[in-house]
């Protein structure tokens, strides 16, 4: 299906600020956020156990708090009177994609594209492609954001616009009650914000911007400013100093390649994968068939739990959390089957949800349907 979404790129020119455009902007930003996680969970998936524990662990905590942007995204939206979308597969990512409103140069091979990537150079290179700042990259322009920190640029100049012009106090008419809160959502770097009015929202989009690509000429997110949390690095410097098996030195600068204290990396152990070849699933075993369907049906489930969540039942956001679980123990189960479609290689789910997938689910899982939500 063709999303709309990469190709209308006039529209980000736009002079006059319009709230329903912005709240389509905010939707594509979910998007943005819930693609990263399927990237992000492929690499660490894909590490051989026992092995690459800090690369691991780094890459689970940057899902987490992919999952938190997700989070304050959704307040954001639900703030301004929006509907935060997460069960309908036109507005989900597929893979391999492209990324909502990013950059695409048709003359350039997979430019723009995301594939599913195991644990490898390759993927940390994609990571920190994603990750990065806007350090010596085009501004945005008709062709599309660069930097993610970029696209939230225009987010927030709209809604600085849309605040300065608001005379009756309605921007932010959304229901207080469909916010999700500290009290639902636990996260070791950074915290839920709710979202309430302009002060409110321009602190979400800065924990969402910070914490991937660091506070302007620093290395860290602002999370120990606003949480008074520990410092920690940006998502992009993370990626970096696994990507180039070393940690920042205590003289290295942000543009540097880091070269500081040797980070322990073994790109040999892990399950080789290509996202950018779609499982023949007509010729895999059965059983490895049904593992990869009872994947689709738990990452959908997943994205149903947290799409009720903050669709105004945001007590729910708990139940997600074993769902998260069970899905990590099905991946590392899938990665372990030799594909019998592509020598060499082993399976891997596609994270790409269908209709026909959230419409099992919901069957399956009544309290998941529209209906029963708040």
């Given at each position: 299906m063709?999303?709309?979404?990469?190709?209308?790129?006039a529209e980000?020119m736009?002079?006059?600020a319009?709230k329903?455009?912005?709240?389509?902007?905010?939707?594509?930003?979910?998007?943005?956020?819930?693609?990263?996680?399927?990237?992000?969970l492929?690499?660490?998936y894909?590490i051989?156990?026992?092995?690459n524990r800090?690369?691991?662990?780094?890459?689970?905590s940057?899902?987490?708090?992919?999952m938190?942007?997700m989070?304050?995204?959704?307040?954001?939206?639900n703030?301004?009177g929006?509907k935060?979308i997460?069960?309908?597969?036109?507005?989900l990512?597929?893979?391999p994609g492209?990324m909502p409103?990013g950059?695409?140069?048709?003359?350039?091979?997979?430019s723009g594209?995301?594939g599913?990537?195991?644990?490898?150079k390759?993927a940390?290179?994609l990571?920190?492609?994603i990750?990065s700042p806007?350090?010596?990259?085009?501004?945005?322009s008709k062709?599309g954001?660069?930097?993610?920190?970029?696209?939230?640029?225009?987010?927030?100049?709209?809604?600085?616009?849309?605040?300065d012009a608001?005379?009756?106090?309605?921007?932010f008419?959304?229901k207080?009650?469909?916010?999700?809160?500290?009290?639902h959502?636990?996260?070791?770097?950074?915290?839920?914000v709710?979202?309430?009015?302009?002060?409110?929202?321009?602190?979400a989009?800065?924990?969402?911007v910070?914490?991937g690509?660091?506070?302007?000429?620093s290395?860290?997110?602002?999370?120990?400013?606003?949480?008074?949390?520990?410092?920690?690095?940006a998502?992009?410097?993370?990626?970096?100093?696994i990507?180039?098996?070393?940690?920042?030195?205590?003289y290295?600068?942000?543009?540097?390649i880091?070269?500081g204290a040797?980070?322990?990396?073994d790109?040999?152990?892990?399950y080789?994968?290509?996202?950018?070849?779609?499982?023949?699933?007509?010729?895999?075993?059965?059983?490895?068939a049904?593992?990869?369907?009872?994947f689709?049906?738990?990452?959908?489930?997943l994205l149903?739990?947290?799409?009720?969540?903050?669709?105004?039942?945001?007590?729910?956001?708990?139940?997600?959390i074993?769902?998260?679980?069970?899905l990590h123990?099905?991946?590392e189960?899938?990665?372990?089957?030799?594909?019998?479609?592509?020598?060499?290689?082993?399976?891997?789910?596609?994270f790409?949800?269908?209709?026909e997938?959230?419409?099992?689910?919901?069957k399956?899982?009544?309290?998941?349907?529209?209906?029963?939500?708040?």
């Open positions: 063709t999303d709309d979404w990469n190709y209308d790129r980000l736009q002079k006059k319009d329903g455009q912005l709240l389509k902007f905010l939707q594509a930003a979910l998007k943005l956020e819930l693609t990263t996680v399927p990237l992000y492929t690499g660490m894909t051989k156990p026992g092995t800090e690369a691991f662990l780094t890459m689970r940057v899902v987490v708090e992919e938190l942007h989070t304050l995204v959704a307040n954001l939206i703030a301004l929006g935060p997460l069960d309908d597969a036109r507005y990512p597929s893979y492209l409103y950059y695409f140069d048709e003359k350039a091979k997979n594209q995301t599913l990537l195991g644990y490898s390759d940390l290179q990571f920190v492609n990750e806007p350090w010596d990259k085009p501004a945005v062709a954001w660069r930097t993610i920190g970029q696209f939230y640029g225009i987010i927030s100049t709209w809604l600085e616009e849309l605040h608001d005379t009756t106090g309605e921007l008419n959304g207080r009650e469909h916010q999700v809160g500290t009290e959502f636990y996260n070791s770097g950074g915290e839920v709710e979202v309430h009015d302009y002060r409110s929202a321009c602190t989009i800065e924990v969402v910070e914490e690509e660091g506070l302007d000429g290395f860290f997110t602002s999370d120990d400013k606003f949480f008074n949390e520990e410092r920690q690095e998502h992009y410097f993370r990626f970096m100093e990507l180039h098996e070393h940690r920042y030195g205590p290295d600068k942000v543009r540097d880091p070269s040797v980070v322990d990396v790109w040999k152990s892990a080789p994968i290509d996202g950018f070849k779609p499982v023949d699933r007509s010729k895999v075993s059965p059983e490895a049904s593992r990869l369907l009872t689709d049906r738990t990452y959908t489930k149903l739990q947290i799409h009720k969540a903050v669709n105004g039942a945001p007590d729910s956001m708990k139940d997600a074993p769902t998260m679980l069970d123990y099905q991946a189960e899938i990665f372990r089957i030799p594909r019998a479609d592509a020598e060499g290689l082993h399976l891997h789910p596609s790409n949800v269908t209709p997938l959230i419409a099992w689910v919901r399956s899982c009544p309290e998941l349907d529209p209906s029963h939500h708040t």
